[in-house]
Every structure is written in structure tokens, then in C-alpha cells.
């Protein structure tokens, strides 16, 4: 049990990291040409789940190996990856929004489920 939970924080942290950053980035871009557009919703979650799945295979190349090997429930990471990451996100969106900007899709409850899901997904089919 202790190994399940052990895989579940790091991976979550792992991915979590990886989002805020991606967020980071995109401020930084949209800041570079001093515009506020973004993409529109549903462009969005057509990118959040590829752009997550793409760092889910980077990931699996990286550690091809479980990073805490026999869990006790298999594939436990694709329940409670999404619904961690998506709550952290929404609280990283929540934030942004009461300092007075406007946070992207990627920063709410569904875009960093998404976001965590695809990437857990590719990561258990190509190592689980």
C-alpha cells in the first residue's frame, strides 16, 4: 500500500511540476507579444490531451521502468493522478485569478485532469 501511495506522489508532483511550468511558459509567450489571446476552448482540449500524452511518452522513454515497482491496485495512477492534478490546477488558476489575471484552461479542475490523465495513460500502457 505504501508503494501505491509512494507511485502516486511522485507522480503527481512529477506532473504537476511539468504543468506549472507549461503555464509559466505560456505566460511568457503571451507576455513576449503583449496580447492576452488564447486559444479557444475546445482548440484547448484538443491540445491539452496530445501535449500531455506527448510528456507521458518522454516520461515512459526517460524511466522505462515503474518508478515504485507492484503497486497494489493496477493503474490506480489514472483515478487519483487526474483528480489530484486537477484540484492542485484549479487552485493554481483560482490564484491567478485573485492576483487579477486571467488563467488559461490548463489552469482549471478539467484542463489539469486532462492534462494528467493523457500523461498517466501513455506512461502506464508503454510501462505499466
Not at 2 to 25: H, K, N, P, R, T
Not at 51 to 64: A, D
Not at 78 to 92: C, D, E, I, R, W
Amino acid at each position: 500500500m505504501l508503494d501505491a501511495i509512494l507511485e502516486l506522489v511522485v507522480e503527481v508532483v512529477l506532473e504537476f511540476i511539468s504543468q506549472l511550468l507549461i503555464e509559466i511558459g505560456f505566460e511568457w509567450i503571451a507576455e513576449c507579444f503583449h496580447r492576452r489571446a488564447t486559444l479557444s476552448t475546445v482548440l484547448a482540449f484538443i491540445a491539452i490531451p496530445l501535449f500531455g500524452g506527448f510528456i507521458g511518452l518522454i516520461l515512459s522513454n526517460t524511466f522505462p521502468q515503474r518508478i515504485v515497482p507492484g503497486p497494489t491496485v493496477p493503474g490506480i495512477s489514472l483515478l487519483l493522478s487526474p483528480l489530484a492534478t486537477g484540484m492542485v490546477m484549479k487552485l493554481f488558476g483560482d490564484w491567478r485569478r485573485s492576483r487579477g489575471h486571467q488563467p488559461t484552461v490548463l489552469a482549471t479542475f478539467w484542463g489539469g485532469a486532462l492534462f494528467a490523465f493523457s500523461m498517466a495513460l501513455v506512461r502506464w500502457l508503454r510501462v505499466g
